[in-house]
C-alpha cells in the first residue's frame, strides 16, 4: 500500500480500554494531522504535527494522547473514551511550504464506544 | 472563526443538469484553495486545487478574489458524481481548513 495507511479500520472498546490507533505514510512529507469525522459534524482537525512537533491542538480532549515518534508514524492514544467519542478518525500528510501542497488521507479506522 | 463556508449540506440534480457546489472563505492572505471529494466507501481525496486550473472529472473551480469564492461546477451531473465534497483552505502555514461538507445526490 502506498500513499497513507491506517491500522484498524475498524474497532470498538469499551469506554475503560486504552487502545491506539496508528498512521503510516510513505510519501516522504513533513506534516501529519489526524481528523475526526463524526456523523452530523463537519470534519474536525484534532492535531497537527510538523517535522514531528505538534504546532497545533485543537481544544481535544486529554483522553486522546496524539505521539509522533518519526515523520512517518502517527499515533492516536484513547483512553478512557465515551460514547460521542465515535467517528471515523483520519489521518492525513501533506508537504508544508511546498509550492503545491495537498493533504493525502487514510482510509480512516471506525471507532465505536461501547 | 469559520475560515470556509459551504451553504448547502444536501443538493439534489438530476443527471444531464448543470451543478454548482458553493464555497466561500475567510482569509486575509493568498490562500490556496481545493475541493475534496469523498464516494462512499472511499478515502477523502484530492479532486482539483486552484493553483492548477484544471478541470477534473468535468470538474472546474474558479477561485474569485472578489467575492472570497471558490464554487465547484460542473455542466453535465453524472450518476457516478455523487459523493460528498469538501472545500479546503490551505493557509500556508499550519493546516488546513476544512467546510462542513455539501452531499451531492444525482438522481438518475
Known amino acids: 500500500e502506498t500513499g497513507v495507511t491506517q491500522t484498524p479500520r475498524h474497532l470498538v472498546m469499551g469506554m475503560t480500554n486504552k487502545k491506539s490507533l496508528k498512521c503510516e505514510q510513505h510519501?516522504?512529507?513533513?506534516?501529519m494531522y489526524w481528523y475526526k469525522q463524526s456523523a452530523k459534524k463537519p470534519l474536525e482537525l484534532m492535531f497537527v504535527y510538523n517535522f514531528k512537533e505538534q504546532t497545533e491542538n485543537n481544544s481535544v480532549p486529554s483522553r486522546f494522547s496524539p505521539e509522533c515518534p518519526n515523520s512517518s508514524h502517527l499515533f492516536l492514544h484513547l483512553h478512557t473514551l465515551q460514547p460521542e467519542d465515535s467517528a471515523l478518525y483520519l489521518c492525513?500528510?501533506?508537504?508544508?511550504?511546498?509550492?503545491?501542497?495537498?493533504?493525502?488521507f487514510g482510509q480512516g479506522t471506525r471507532l465505536t464506544v461501547v | 472563526a469559520q475560515r470556509v463556508t459551504q451553504p448547502e449540506k444536501l443538493l439534489s440534480v438530476f443527471k444531464g443538469a448543470p451543478v454548482e457546489l458553493k464555497c466561500n472563505y475567510s482569509y486575509s492572505g493568498s490562500p490556496e484553495l481545493f475541493w475534496y471529494v469523498q464516494y462512499s466507501r472511499q478515502r477523502l481525496q484530492l479532486l482539483l486545487r486552484h493553483i492548477s486550473r484544471e478541470s477534473i472529472k468535468g470538474f472546474t473551480a474558479d477561485l474569485n478574489k472578489g467575492e472570497t469564492s471558490f464554487h465547484l461546477k460542473k455542466p453535465f451531473a453524472q450518476e457516478e458524481d455523487s459523493a460528498m465534497y469538501y472545500c479546503a483552505l490551505d493557509d500556508t502555514g499550519n493546516q488546513f481548513y476544512f467546510g462542513t461538507g455539501t452531499s451531492l445526490t444525482v438522481i438518475p
Open positions: 492525513a500528510s501533506s508537504q508544508r511550504f511546498d509550492a503545491e501542497t495537498e493533504a493525502f
Open positions: 510519501l516522504g512529507h513533513n506534516a
